[in-house]
């Protein structure tokens, strides 16, 4: 069975600073993973993705993340903040085996600090 | 590039009422979605269809109704409606040839009083 845990589920940080956002994922399979941000009273909008091609993955604005399958890990980092990074940011994992079906981390809140 | 489009946006509804929230997208997907919203919480699965003409219950199905005539469109059903059902209602589509990325509707906000 597939999932995902987000194990923030605040963070703040300053303008400026770097960001971590962490997700670790259970799978069965070999899985594919995103990272998605959502804005106040937004849709939501893919970062990025893994999908078994190269375990550092760059996505929009500045976002990366590094999957790292022996720690069953896919944390979200950025070098510096920006106040529009401000948002709600989710991890999900997605099943392969037959029809596809995607499974939802709880989110994590960044707040960016002036 | 209109993707997934969803209407209504804000809607508010009293006890024992029925709508429809209508989704459509045209990137000609296989795969949709319907999922809730809660505050503080992460995405849960009402429905979902892999083509036109089949669908499948998620993981929170009960009050819901949907279904899949053609390709593009897939709207979710509200009966009787109740304020546990007071959520924000996200449609989606996916597509294996776009490595199952998964794209969302800007979401419908949905009342129940």
């Known amino acids: 069975a597939q999932s995902v845990t987000q194990l923030d589920s605040h963070v703040s940080v300053s303008e400026g600073t770097p960001v971590l956002l962490r997700c670790n994922y259970s799978s069965s399979y070999s899985p594919s993973l995103f990272w998605y941000v959502q804005h106040p009273n937004k849709g939501l909008q893919l970062l990025l993705k893994y999908t078994s091609a190269a375990t550092l993955v760059k996505g929009i604005n500045g976002f990366e993340a590094e999957f790292k399958k022996s720690e069953t890990s896919f944390h979200l980092t950025k070098p510096s903040a920006h106040m529009s990074d401000a948002a709600e940011y989710f991890c999900?994992?997605?099943?392969?085996?037959?029809?596809?079906?995607?499974?939802f981390g709880t989110g994590t809140r960044l707040k960016v600090l002036a | 590039n209109a993707g997934v489009t969803q209407t209504p946006k804000f809607r508010i509804l009293k006890i024992g009422q029925s709508m429809t929230l209508q989704c459509a997208q045209d990137m000609n997907h296989n795969y949709m979605y319907w999922y809730r919203q809660d505050p503080g919480m992460g995405l849960k699965l009402i429905y979902y269809s892999v083509g036109a003409g089949i669908t499948d219950k998620g993981e929170v199905p009960n009050g819901y109704n949907v279904s899949r005539s053609t390709t593009e469109d897939f709207p979710l059903r509200l009966e009787l409606a109740a304020p546990s059902q007071t959520s924000v209602y996200f449609c989606?589509?996916?597509?294996?040839?776009?490595?199952?990325?998964?794209?969302f509707g800007e979401g419908s906000w949905l009342t129940v009083v």
């Open positions: 999900v994992v997605s099943t392969t085996s037959g029809t596809y079906k995607y499974i």
């Open positions: 989606a589509s996916s597509d294996t040839i776009s490595g199952n990325t998964i794209y």
